[in-house]
């Protein structure tokens, strides 16, 4: 067996040793990391700097193959895998091009690479005294590349955005091998079109990444953890604006689980101390400042007390030390693996404005019981972007048959609750392969094919990974 | 005398008395608020809705007419005059769209109509205990929608960004009449491309901003400013990077002036007192946040004196009451007109990164006596932002002529030291009418003709604000 006559050209200039076309070199790069889906590909290329990313997508072009940019593989939705069968293509691995190129503390920014892993951007910024506040379960694996192409949000964005907020210069190759340079350093430019904003969240359907500058900010000089639990989500929420009125940005985290999450997790990790196992909803207040004088966690503790004076809240706990605000965190961490474990995980990545949010989880849990009665309803989430996973956890035992469907109608359900009250299917995770046709559903017509001109406009032949996010034409 | 044929279709859509077709009713909107451009048209023409801006832009292509949308008419490089000959045009007016369509608290969010003026904006803010925080001099008659068409900037940009990053959703009415419905209050949005910022900074030569919905903060609780005199650029931006580091998002504003601007502001404004004239540098410091202990007021004293010890700056005052800071804003705000009064100002909108800015400030200063000799050469700014106004002040009777030449030769030096530091020539006024010789200039060919690609995927007529930004060709 010998590689693809397509693939001379691409290893001539990345060399034959990154052009991975034995099944089981190729295999890892093929399924995603929900194992969900699996396709297929000629090979997976590594390139090594940006010349190289353009000089195989100018070869890419003249061979007709398609490209399936993939960073960590870590993504929800099968953004970053191959189809199954169609046109031939590359998956092009950026975990070569790995290099922090400079980090300016002056300017509060860094310019990196696309490859680099997003723990690895962390703790650069964190070695010259600034946060890169973007955070997220994969940290360890995930790429910042694929950060940028699929706009990651996190438990951090609603004090710091999504990574869309947190990019000042972008660098993308195009299909056609052009590079564009956008890599500025400015926090303010207003010398025609911006074009960043097309590349960050489009998933690889308009270009590849490959470098980018980040913005940075000051360290937080002092931090404080509470957990606390409300009867209701209009209790949560009055507590989340009461929040926002008394620390401003020193909020740095507002997360909410359900009681169903929260059993899930204490079946799956009993050793986790529950503070309040059977509270309606659970709350993770996190807040930080500058601040050395304590006067921090006096802020914290005058909110709690008036949000309890009130009746926002039925009970709190401040963290007294940094290991009891990470057993809080292990809490709303263990989130994915204890779901996974409870059964066939339908999630939802729904985002709907605050003032709606009450009215999303009734209806979002009871359109869920009614076309699967026998699932359970666990939510969790960034509340305070308005940002819940409504999770629809069925039987394992169901099978592959009956898990399909089921989760077809029940995202049908969620979705229609999200468009009524005007939210989004997908906030933070993105559409890849996976969600084609919820978003087909969800969104105008009209606005699909301003996608699709956008698409035609940088892409003319199709082939920057095609059947992802939707089908243009 | 009778209004132009081409405009009867329209009079029936707004009703012939927003058809402004007199010359002097026209008049106000034909010329540029600096009074150096004066262009053409058939008619100022004063949509009072969404439906009806659709409705005339539908008829307008169907007469052939340019369209030129004019919010204000207070920018600064004539975006929103239109040409003096060419294609027959109407202005189009959205003063009648002033409505502030609703406000949510809880989502910390609003949404407006484009015509209301950016002052109406921050009072409805204000009345639900919220803060819109773009701030600039015209705000008392710019308009929301010609500020997210020029991504205005202003003073609170350090904290808050600029308009780019206040804008939750957008309302645009395309070419041909279609209407963009991206009216969200979303914070977080993974469904496919983001079309807002294509169009946010676009200076109307992709559609008509009809609406937005915008981000909303809360109210700070404490405010304290304090006046600094540094002896280098190098102390001052060691004072902003200390104050970063100390206060984090507490920094609100961090301006700067030159001796030669406080002394242009001096000669105007007699009656303002100077806390510092002969210093090389003055910085108005501004820190605000949520705290009603004091401990605001005691960080900007701890800053101040850390920063004299380690021989950052010269001397500093605090004010000690709102009185005396609005005094120092006022020396600020006494820029513009007292530069005006000093000469005929050539003005720059530069920024580069802060890294880079004490060599931008030395090189620009150099480059303009080079070429230029006779000139007053006052900077002020956002240095927070990067972002100085370099200012070359020419003697008022040399006439226009020499002005002309001169202004040529000197923003050419200037925008070459820019570009050779990597920066900007326009962070916050755009580029309009002015400056399209100047972009073309500083912006690779391959970016100019990706914004003609976006341009003619919107537009294929361009018929929309013909022969600003850039020349499509």
Redesign the interface.
Known sequence: MSPDPRLTGISTIVGAGNVLWRDADKAPSLTDWRGRYTGEALAVVRPASTDEVSRVMAEAARQGLNIVPQGGNTGMCAAATPLAAAQPCIVLKLDRMNRIRWV??????MAVDAGCILHQVQQAASEA?RLFPLSLGAEGSCQIGGNIA??A?GTA?LRYG?M??LVLGLEVVLADG?V??LM???????????????F???EGT?GVVTGAVLKL??Q?RDRRTAFASAATMAGV?GLL?LA???????LGAFEVLNREQIAVIAAHRPELRQPFPDAPWCVLVEVA???V?G?LGA?LEALLAEALERGLMEDATLAVSEAHAKAFWAIRHAVSESSRAAGYVVSH?S?????QQERFVQEAEAAIRAVSPEARVAIHG?IG???LHVLAILPQDAGAEVHQRKAAEVSAAVDAVTARL??????????GHAHVAR?AA???K???A??A??KH??DPEGRMNPGK??RAG
Chains 1, 2 share one sequence.
């Open positions: 300016s503390p002056l300017g509060d920014c005294n699929t706009n949000g964005a999504t869309r907020d052009r564009l340079d500025t350093a400015l926090r303010k430019n207003s010398t025609g079109y911006d074009m960043r904003h097309m960050i969240g489009s308009l900010f000051p937080p929420l604006a926002r009125e008394t620390c401003g940005d020193s400042d500058m601040s004088d006067s802020r990545d985002v709907v404005p605050l003032f960034h972007d308005g940002n005007g939210g989004a299917i997908s906030a933070e995770h993105g559409i978003l969800a969104v105008p009209e606005r699909i301003l996608m001109g956008m406009m940088l996010i939707f």
